[in-house]
T-cell receptor, first 110, second 115 residues
C-alpha cells in the first residue's frame, strides 16, 4: 500500500515563529488532507489539497503531486496551534479510506 | 456544515462483553463511512469501509467477526466490538464523506477501555 512519511516528528517553537511541516507519499493520490488533532482527540480538517496551493488565515498548504509531497505552513504560531498534525492520503477519492502519516507533534511555547 | 457525531464518547466495560458505537452524519448524507483505530501516541489506522446497504470491507488483519459493522442508512453506521478484551482498548474514530464530495469529516471519537 501507499506509504506516508511526515517530518519532523517533533517540533518545539516559540510563540510567533513560523513552521513548515512536510508530508511525502509513495504513490499517486486523489485525496490528500491535513488535520490537526486537538488534545481531546478530535481531528480538525485543515485542508483538502490533492494538488495546488490553499490558504486559510495563518495556515497555508502546497501539494506538488508530480513530486509526491505536501507542505503545511503555519505562520505567527500561537500556543493554541500546539498538537499533532497529520497528513493523510487516499487513491480512490471519497470512496476510499485514508492512509495516515505518523504525524508531527508541535509544541508552541509562550 | 459536515458534522459527524459519535456515541458514546467513552465506555468502560468488562472483558467478554460487547460494545456498540454509533457514528452519525448530522447535516449530510454519506453512502460511505469509515472506521479507524488509534492507539496511544500512534497514528490512525483504517479498520474498515462501511457502505450503506451492503457488507463492510475490512482491512487486512482486522477480524470481521469481532468488529461488526452495520450501515443501515445514509446517516448512520455502527461498530460493534464483540466479546471485547483488554487488547481492544483503543480510540475508535469514524469518518464520512458527503455525497459527490471527496473530503472526509471525522467524528470526535470513542474511547474504549476493557477491564
Amino acid at each position: 500500500g501507499i506509504q506516508v512519511e511526515q517530518s519532523p516528528p517533533d517540533l518545539i517553537l516559540q510563540e510567533g515563529a513560523n513552521s513548515t511541516l512536510r508530508c511525502n507519499f509513495s504513490d499517486s493520490v486523489n485525496n490528500l488532507q491535513w488535520f490537526h488533532q486537538n488534545p481531546w482527540g478530535q481531528l480538525i480538517n485543515l485542508f483538502y489539497i490533492p494538488s495546488g496551493t490553499k490558504q486559510n488565515g495563518r495556515l497555508s498548504a502546497t501539494t506538488v503531486a508530480t513530486e509526491r509531497y505536501s507542505l503545511l505552513y503555519i505562520s505567527s504560531s500561537q500556543t493554541t496551534d500546539s498538537g499533532v498534525y497529520f497528513c493523510a492520503v487516499g487513491s480512490g477519492g471519497g470512496a476510499d479510506g485514508l492512509t495516515f502519516g505518523k504525524g508531527t507533534h508541535l509544541i508552541i511555547q509562550p | 456544515g459536515a458534522v459527524v457525531s459519535q456515541h458514546p464518547s467513552r465506555v468502560i466495560c468488562k472483558s467478554g462483553t460487547s460494545v456498540k458505537i454509533e457514528c452519525r452524519s448530522l447535516d449530510f448524507q454519506a453512502t460511505t463511512m469509515f472506521w479507524y483505530r488509534q492507539f496511544p501516541k500512534q497514528s490512525l489506522m483504517l479498520m474498515a469501509t462501511s457502505n450503506e446497504g451492503s457488507k463492510a470491507t475490512y482491512e487486512q488483519g482486522v477480524e470481521k467477526d469481532k468488529f461488526l459493522i452495520n450501515h443501515a442508512s445514509l446517516t448512520l453506521s455502527t461498530l460493534t466490538v464483540t466479546s471485547a478484551h483488554p487488547e481492544d482498548s483503543s480510540f475508535y474514530i469514524c469518518s464520512a464523506t458527503p455525497l459527490a464530495r471527496e473530503t472526509q469529516y471525522f467524528g470526535p471519537g470513542t474511547r474504549l477501555l476493557v477491564l
